[in-house]
């Protein structure tokens, strides 16, 4: 009995720290250069209102007039509804202004810190939020 039990424990330990890793390299930020937001203005095409990421996919116009297409991750629905955005925040056609940590890559994708709106309303992310607003006095918060 107490064989079949270590055996149990031994495996119960070994699926549990297997799991972990990829827990932690999900949340990891590596991959972005978390330094400074590039902004940029562009024109929404989707807003994915899903677990375990919300996904904003955008098009910015470049130097030479041609369109980017751009993509960031925000957080999970429950922590962006403490932000004041829900899944229809942001609609197909909306121009925006997004503070994005781009990827080191220099690929246009990334996790979003703020989206401004016409009005001058903006939305913050909810992990990487703060970073960006408190580098930007002059914007107002979105009502709630």
């Known amino acids: 009995m107490k064989t079949k039990l270590s055996v149990f424990s031994l495996s119960l330990a070994a699926l549990l720290l297997s799991f972990s890793g990829a827990v932690f390299a999900h949340h990891g930020a590596s991959a972005y250069d978390m330094t400074k937001p590039v902004v940029v203005k562009g024109t929404i095409k989707e807003f994915v209102w899903a677990n375990p990421h919300c996904l904003i996919e955008f098009d910015v116009q470049d130097d030479k007039g041609g369109s980017v297409h751009w993509a960031g991750e925000v957080g999970s629905p429950s922590a962006l509804g403490n932000q004041g955005w829900n899944r229809n ?5 909306d121009a925006v202004t997004v503070y994005i940590f781009q990827a080191k890559t220099g690929a ?5 810190g703020k989206v401004v709106l016409p009005d001058g309303k903006f939305l913050l992310d909810s992990a990487t939020g703060r970073a960006v607003s408190e580098t930007d006095a002059g914007a107002k918060p979105k009502e709630q």
Do not use: E
């Open 89 to 93: 925040s942001l609609r197909p056609g």
């Open 108 to 112: 246009p994708v990334g996790r979003i």
